[in-house]
């Protein structure tokens, strides 16, 4: 298949900069069944489409504040952005310069502490923190700031700090946010216990090559930036469970379905960690999910494809006009959707 199969037009002005004031205020628009109608719900109503003993299956990684400023020896002025942890002092970065720093070279911080560079690792810098008392994540959370996407076209304020953030994030380590989870608020987890809704956790830190463009026409060429996922054994016998009683295993976010879809590799889902390269596009076999819960995508992208895989590209993409048609809110801070490819069959 080729990129341009996955365009589609976006006015500018639905693209959410700014997140509503409650998180699960947001829209949810029902994709139900292969052929069924679109439905314009609120992302409220989730309960009405889940059964008890379904799972849902949360990435409960945590953004770290991770693009940060500097000076060079030069005094050149340096803006840096994380894109995946390598241990307690080393990090793999985008570093933005007016010329590129040299292996070696030293970057002074805000705080006027330092990090060195070091050679290129999969196109990104290494950086490293200068004495081993420093943990690198410490540091960037002193000097850092959050990193939203740069299609929002602002700095990031302190609000950003909670709102760019899941309520049950736990495990430092992604550079962006898994949106979907971003509707769920503590009420809202609650409600969905009490209804019998069941819940686990997975964790894929997310790389910041998850707003890469896909540069190549033929998306078989296309190589995904790896990223760092963990599917524990008690979340895989918590899967294995909902099914043997005939639960659905319904994904929150595109981060979860590459964490499950990864450990699933071999054709069953094991316990898993480790990197990822996944790249899911139409054809692909689901071995683990039944349904997924996501935002709305970029044109052209690989989160775009992997929705295509699941619900069909021409469905979609017509979903997709629908909800350019009722003004639905774009990407990170947006609206939702809720894929149910196998329909929802009530009692």
């Known amino acids: 298949m080729r990129k341009q199969d996955f365009h589609f037009e976006l006015p500018k002005e639905l693209i959410a900069s700014v997140p509503l004031p409650e998180r699960s205020a947001s829209r949810l628009l029902v994709l139900d069944g292969e052929s069924g109608p679109l439905l314009d719900r609120q992302f409220r109503d989730l309960s009405q489409w889940l059964r008890p003993g379904d799972l849902l299956v949360f990435n409960n990684t945590k953004v770290i504040p991770a693009r940060t400023f500097g000076q060079k020896e030069t005094g050149g002025a340096v803006e840096i952005m994380l894109e995946r942890v390598l241990d307690e002092h080393r990090a793999l970065a985008q570093i933005r310069a007016s010329h590129a720093p040299k292996p070696g070279a030293l970057i002074t911080l805000a705080n006027g502490e330092h990090v060195r ?22 540091l960037f959370e002193a000097v850092g700031e959050m990193p939203l996407p740069h299609y929002m076209e602002r700095r990031p304020e302190d609000a950003d700090r909670e709102r760019y953030q899941t309520v049950y994030a736990k495990n ?55 990223e760092w996922v963990s599917v524990s054994a008690e979340t895989v016998a918590q899967i294995a469970a909902t099914r043997q009683a005939g639960g659905r295993i319904i994904a929150v976010g595109t981060t979860s379905v590459r964490a499950l879809e990864s450990a699933a590799a071999s054709g069953e889902l094991q316990p898993f960690s480790g990197d990822t390269r996944i790249f899911i596009t139409p054809g692909y076999s689901f071995k683990v999910i039944d349904a997924l819960i996501t935002n709305f995508h970029l044109p052209e992208s690989t989160l775009l494809m992997l929705v295509s895989a699941l619900a069909g590209r021409e469905r979609v993409l017509a979903a997709y006009a629908h909800a350019v048609q009722q003004r639905y809110r774009f990407f990170s801070y947006g609206d939702a959707m809720l894929i149910l ?4 069959a009530r009692d």
Do not use: W
Request: hydrophobic fraction near 40%; charged fraction near 20%.
């Open 172 to 226: 430092p380590g992604a550079v962006a946010a898994p949106t979907a989870g971003l509707h769920f608020d503590q009420p809202l987890l609650d409600a969905l216990h009490a209804q019998g809704i069941n819940r686990c956790e997975v964790t894929l830190h997310v790389g910041a090559g998850t707003f890469q463009p896909v540069r190549v026409d033929d998306i078989r060429e296309h190589r995904m930036h790896a």
């Open 117 to 138: 560079v070091g050679g290129r690792i999969d196109g990104f810098f290494e950086i490293a923190t200068t004495t081993s008392a420093r943990n690198l994540l410490d």
């Open 341 to 344: 490819p196998g329909g929802f």
